[in-house]
């Protein structure tokens, strides 16, 4: 995407706070329910999980925004993806310029000014609680020594 300049910076770091730019907020647990129908001829080769997890994705909220032609897309990139993996170079080209347009990275989500919203349920989940590394490291130094008899 070249010629877009550098993506905005955040509200707080900014030096004229009347001059708003609105960002799209993406639902932090993704889009919900089953993902479009495949929209590219039967015979392209996709990965259906891979589709899956893509419409699952807080972006997909926001492609779905934007309709058909978004949905084809993101297919295109599917397809694409597949064919870089197996080391198409041309191929590995096309998703880096893909992954830009969808959103896929957290610079291009700046640039197109998207922000995942806050996960309010996220505050309210226990956590686990930290343990410290030299902890761990001693507890695994000790299973091998022990060769894992006490524990």
């Not at 041309?90 to 919203?117: C, F, H, N, T, Y």
């Amino acid at each position: 995407m070249a010629g877009m300049g550098p993506p905005p910076k955040p509200a707080s770091q900014r030096r004229r706070t009347n001059a708003t730019i609105a960002t799209t907020q993406l639902p932090a647990e993704g889009r919900q329910g089953e993902p479009p129908a495949w929209p590219l001829a039967a015979s392209a080769a996709y990965d259906e999980q891979t589709w899956r997890d893509l419409w699952s994705s807080p972006q997909a909220a926001a492609w779905e925004r934007l309709g058909i032609g978004c949905i084809r897309m993101v297919a295109r990139y599917v397809v694409l993806l597949a064919e870089a993996e197996v080391g198409e170079p041309k191929a590995a080209m096309e998703v880096r310029q893909l992954e830009d347009r969808l959103g896929l990275s957290p610079m291009a989500m700046r640039r197109l000014l998207w922000e995942i919203a806050a996960d309010d349920t996220a505050a309210a989940r226990p956590r686990p609680t930290p343990r410290s590394t030299a902890a761990t490291r001693r507890e695994r130094v000790l299973e091998v020594i022990d060769g894992g008899r006490a524990s």
